[in-house]
């Protein structure tokens, strides 16, 4: 009975994924006349769902899962602890020391290279031959660069460590993966609105959604002092606030969309943390293989939508007027893939805590680089907001574990 039911709804969303496709082209248009974010949103969550919906019903019925391949009995050999630990020899300090320096450099490199990037497309003006001037519109075609790069390397190194099969559901990378495009979506759209240095401290904010997210998603608690560190980083934003110079050609609604898009951005990315440590400890799966089952749901997902909202075709018509538009695209798809792998290679090396210094030291001076090259103003107070933050998120990261070896390894878990 089950099956019949889901075979209905099957045909149904075909049948409502074909009425889009018809209708698409219309609604792009008014859409590319009226750049309102709401609308934009509005019809990509859409077009997420005509996919999404298909996928979600042929992985959770075992006949359509058995008639697709979807269900397969996929054994794991277990490396014990110890017989890693005996085969593996210690590394000498020094050897550390230089794994950690190449650490640093590496996910400073990528992500102060992809920050100043992304406030470039997102912000500056292309000038044609002719002294014509035009801004990128289409989010959600950076979103899909990068999505396609992380893919392709991630599954290339499953196909040669043999681990491209993965017992973890597709559908199920399908939440976090609309989570992560959204929340990357929000983050590029926000720049139209706000500037990058209140974008970045925003995003060192996020301590605070991720700590209500997982209360209500992984049903986690918290100690009294990890509430008190998440007040005075709002203390500190607080002042961030005040110290940054309003803007007197920007308009109420254009401030409130920014902060709107900004918040949405927080609790998209909290919600793609805790989705994929729920899956992390369900399946088991690797970092590498997480990577792949989220970028593939991801580059189906902005694939299908980027072709029914004609965004391939404005997108591939803006790099034919602005050439330089295409080695932004391929440095900030080459950023944001490297400091992934970064990212899991120093966890992997040297823990979280380690980790979060380095990225929270990464956040600093991408708001000292983006005030030095597009001339955001700070007044002191503003600066004193700064402190507070990143003191704080510091405090953090060294108290977060208890005197542990600060070069022992440990395996991701977020």
């Known amino acids: 009975m089950k099956c019949k039911e889901n075979l209905i709804l099957f045909v149904a969303s075909i049948t409502y994924a074909f009425i889009i496709s018809v209708v698409a082209k219309p609604v792009a248009r008014l859409i590319s006349d009226n750049p309102s974010w709401i609308l934009n949103l509005s019809f990509i969550v859409t077009t997420y769902f005509l996919v999404i919906l298909p996928i979600y019903l042929i992985g959770t019925n075992n006949r359509f899962a058995n008639f697709f391949g979807l269900h397969q009995e996929i054994e794991y050999t277990e490396v014990k602890k110890e017989e890693t ?3 593996r020899k210690e590394d000498s300090r020094k050897s550390k020391y230089v794994k950690l320096l190449m650490c640093f450099f590496a996910l400073q490199a ?3 290279t992809w920050g100043i990037l992304q406030e470039k497309i997102m912000t500056t003006d292309y000038v044609k031959f002719d002294g014509t001037k035009e801004k990128f519109r289409d989010s959600q ?3 899909f660069i990068n999505r396609v790069l992380a893919f392709t390397l991630s599954g290339i190194i499953l196909f040669f460590q043999g681990k491209l099969n993965d017992r973890t559901p597709l559908y199920q990378y399908s939440f976090c993966s609309v989570s992560n495009i959204l929340s990357s979506w929000f983050q590029y759209e926000a720049l139209k609105y706000i500037s990058f240095p209140i974008q970045v401290v925003a995003k060192s904010c996020k301590v605070i959604p991720v700590m209500v997210v997982s209360t209500a998603v992984s049903k986690k608690s918290y100690k009294k002092s990890d509430y008190f560190l998440a007040l005075i980083i709002s203390l500190g934003m607080i002042a961030f606030l005040n110290g940054v110079p309003s803007q007197s050609d920007v308009s109420t609604a254009t401030t409130i969309s920014g902060v709107i898009l900004l918040i949405s951005y927080l609790g998209a990315d909290s919600f793609t943390s805790s989705w994929q440590s729920q899956l992390f400890t369900t399946y088991k799966q690797s970092e590498i293989q997480m990577m792949f ?3 593939t749901m991801s580059v189906l997902l902005t694939t299908v939508s980027l072709f029914l909202t004609d965004g391939f075709m404005y997108s591939f018509s803006f790099m034919e007027r602005h050439p330089i538009f295409i080695l932004d695209c391929t440095l900030t798809a ?11 290679y120093t966890i992997a090396e040297f823990g979280p805590m380690i980790f979060a210094l380095l990225m929270t030291l990464r956040q600093g001076l991408s708001v000292l680089l983006s005030c030095i090259i597009y001339n955001h103003v700070i007044e002191p107070v503003g ?7 990143f ?3 510091i405090y953090k990261g060294t108290t977060s574990e208890k005197r542990g070896n600060l070069f022992s390894r440990r395996r991701k878990t977020k």
Do not use: C, E, K
């Open 85 to 87: 630990q005996n085969n």
């Open 110 to 112: 990528s992500y102060l």
């Open 141 to 143: 075609f950076i979103v």
């Open 293 to 295: 089952g989220v970028n």
């Open 334 to 344: 080459i950023a944001s893939a490297s400091g992934q792998f970064a990212i899991f």
């Open 383 to 389: 600066i004193l907001g700064v402190v507070i933050i």
């Open 391 to 393: 003191s704080a998120l």
